[in-house]
């Protein structure tokens, strides 16, 4: 059940498709909550109560203990004292004592402090504007979040290629540099079915251009590559160059579709190119625009993109730059003592994501004219909105690509999104892990970190175990900054780990592919925290490091340097996979409980769930490779294992759930049956 109370005058963030009658705030309040003025509302927690969701976010599955605040931020230090990360996901469920989900419908700043300032109180306050606040309630999570994301719409579903393994680095120069890459790949047989063209291809950062000298004839290249299979996602910036001459700047300037300052000049502020205007992706007009500005690239084979800076960050505003340039001055000639220099170095700090800064433009919105403070979290969704619309009208038939950095609920209908700048560090491995299920609650399903760490120098050991996590995220990509150590698996000795572990991806291609689609087209969760799946188990709310991983295994990574394996909560009986490579594995059968399992450098560990199944292929070099006819099934029969294992062309997006499943059985004597006939000729039980 969903109830709908307006408080205020809201903005429309059309984050809902669903219309939901609005009930009264009558004499009882808001079930579950109690309200203080109208715009604060909090509830009293009991110990036991757990709190999963806002998606993007730091800490643990369990969100509770800690402040969150919802305005997208381009702060690439996602430390745990951190509130706001690139995302605005207003959507939470409390579980114990009482159950039910809240979702905060509005486009400004929220904050979430949910037993940080009182243990005991959760408190929600909504700092400006009206809101839309949904209560859900369910006795069952899962179903919970159904409901929630049947209110905001089915998620984005990208071209199967886009769950091959993905190569990407901030620092490819050239076209050559690009096909050494995907030589060593090809060369030793690693698989690879994409890389990503960082802000290097283009010209003067300028989007939808190419650099015409470090890429010479652009669409014979993207051809080129596609004869290996590889795809190049090229990446797109929400600031547009300003710049004479230059067809994005001059039109937008034109029609007008740029932000705007208060006296109606554009708003310009400092990115990758220096000055730039951002497109005004609130007005419908302008995302129409920039939208249809992707077909520059479409038009030269390019298949996928991801968008960039979205939050919007911004270096520098002149105007505040000025001012500070100032002050910076008085220093000049004086005594900086401690006191002094926290004040310079406070002062230099500000000019970069200045908050006063997003209060100097303006949209020009449906419902007229707006500051941008007060939509702030509404920009990377609408830019990834100008996007995903026009890739529905230049490609009707064919899925494109698209991932975000900065998102809101809503946008996930559009596009997926990559969780951002995180570090080479063991920590942000678990946090990869912590942050899944509550991205797959607000709906974002195309979703995966910076496998071996994007920001400082990552290490042979942290990769791999990485990337032993990241086989099992729809979005699998390395990829690192500018100047950090290089992390393309060749920079290391363990090519045959590296191939095995990323072969393993193409392995379990059938069932990650199966469990996304099935997913979206249900509206489900694919990775979900244990008491998800295990209500009633007390100890399952507990476990922070484990997920599952659609229906049928459990995963728990080694998320620690020189760790040899890892304790292992399992919520019932499981068969143990420890695998090498597609064709290397053991199994162990063990017993519901606490266990100590070892897990060598290059082995991953997969639990099999009792009368479950995964669907593997024998792998492949690209997705394309992959053969979905010759089927290895890991089973664990207790009685009879089942599963529905969806395929499709992998591009087309109508998608067909019924007609797209394939029922697969294995009975206790170990006869398999593909929709309901005998089948031992295209499968081999494992
Ligand atoms: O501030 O385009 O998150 O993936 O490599 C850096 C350069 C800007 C931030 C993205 C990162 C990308 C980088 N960009």
Redesign the pocket.
């Known amino acids: 059940m969903i109830q709908k109370y307006v408080f205020g005058n809201p903005f429309d963030t059309e984050a809902v498709v669903k219309e939901i009658p609005e009930e009264p705030i009558g004499e009882g309040g808001i079930p579950h909550l109690t309200m203080a003025d109208g715009n604060v509302f909090s509830y009293r927690m009991d110990d036991g109560d757990v709190i999963y969701g806002l998606g993007e976010n730091v800490r643990g599955i369990n969100k509770r203990g800690w402040l969150y605040i919802s305005r997208c931020t381009d702060d690439s230090h996602h430390q745990e004292d951190k509130h706001s990360l690139y995302a605005a996901h207003n959507f939470f469920i409390v579980d114990g004592r009482e159950r039910f989900g809240v979702f905060v419908d509005t486009p400004g700043r929220v904050s979430f402090d949910l037993g940080y300032t009182d243990r005991r109180m959760l408190t929600v306050t909504v700092e400006a504007g009206g809101f839309v606040l949904y209560i859900l309630e369910d006795d069952s999570l899962r179903e919970m979040v159904r409901q929630f994301r049947k209110l905001t719409g089915r998620s984005y579903i990208p071209p199967k290629w886009a769950f091959g393994y993905c190569q990407s680095r901030?620092s490819y120069e050239t076209a050559d540099e690009v096909r050494e890459v995907v030589r060593r790949h090809r060369e030793n047989h690693v698989p690879l079915d994409s890389v990503c063209l960082?802000?290097d291809y283009m010209e003067r950062f300028k989007d939808f251009t190419v650099d015409e000298e470090k890429f010479p004839d652009f669409p014979e290249f993207v051809k080129e590559m596609g004869e290996q299979n590889i795809h190049l996602v090229p990446?797109i910036d929400a600031g547009v160059k300003v710049e004479e001459g230059y067809p994005v700047y001059e039109e937008g300037v034109k029609n007008g579709y740029f932000c705007r300052r208060e006296d109606g000049s554009e708003f310009v502020c400092g990115v990758w190119p220096g000055r730039v205007h951002f497109p005004d992706m609130l007005n419908p007009d302008a995302r129409r625009w920039f939208g249809d500005w992707y077909r520059v690239l479409l038009d030269q084979g390019i298949e996928g993109f991801w968008n960039?800076?979205n939050e919007p960050a911004m270096f520098y505003e002149e105007g505040h730059l000025e001012e500070v340039l100032d002050e910076v001055e008085k220093f000049k000639g004086t005594n900086i003592g401690i006191y002094e220099f926290f004040d310079w170095q406070k002062l230099v700090e500000s000019v970069h994501n200045n908050p006063g800064d997003y209060e100097k433009f303006y949209h020009q919105t449906p419902a007229g004219r707006i500051r941008h403070d007060k939509v702030h979290n509404l920009f990377g969704y609408n830019m990834t909105r100008a996007a995903g619309e026009a890739f529905e009208r230049l490609s009707p038939d064919r899925r494109i690509l698209m991932y975000s950095?900065s998102s809101y609920i809503g946008m996930h209908r559009y596009g997926g999104i990559w969780t951002?700048?995180n570090y080479s560090w063991w920590s942000h491995l678990l946090m990869n892990l912590q942050m899944l299920p509550g991205l797959n609650m607000c709906g974002f399903l195309y979703t995966g970190a910076d496998l071996g760490g994007?920001g400082s120098d990552t290490t042979e050991d942290l990769l791999l175990r990485w990337l032993e996590l990241g086989i099992f995220t729809p979005l699998m990509r390395n990829?690192s900054?500018l100047r950090s150590r290089r992390q393309e698996y060749y920079q290391f000795g363990s090519e045959d780990d590296f191939r095995n572990i990323i072969g393993l991806r193409y392995g379990l291609l059938p069932y990650i592919y199966s469990e996304f689609m099935k997913a979206a087209l249900t509206d489900d969760m694919m990775f979900m925290p244990l008491a998800f799946v295990y209500p009633e188990d007390s100890e399952a709310a507990g476990v922070e490091d484990q997920l599952m991983a659609g229906e049928s295994i459990m995963i728990a990574p080694v998320y620690k340097q020189n760790a040899a394996g890892r304790y292992v909560y399992l919520p019932e009986e499981m068969k143990l996979y420890r695998m090498r490579s597609v064709t290397d594995m053991d199994t162990e059968v063990l017993p519901a409980g606490h266990h100590y399992v070892k897990a060598a450098l290059n082995e991953v560990l997969v639990f099999l769930r009792p009368d479950h199944i995964v669907p593997m292929s024998c792998g492949g070099e690209s997705v394309a490779d992959v053969e979905g006819s010759k089927l290895r099934l890991l089973h664990f029969v207790k009685n009879q294992a089942v599963y529905d294992l969806y395929d499709d062309d992998g591009y087309s997006r109508n998608t067909d759930l019924e007609k797209s499943l394939t029922g697969i059985t294995v009975d206790r004597d170990g006869t398999v049956k593909v929709n309901g006939e005998f089948a031992a000729d295209r499968v081999l039980t494992i």
């Open positions: 901030w960082d802000i990446i960039d800076m950095r951002g700048d994007f990829h900054a």
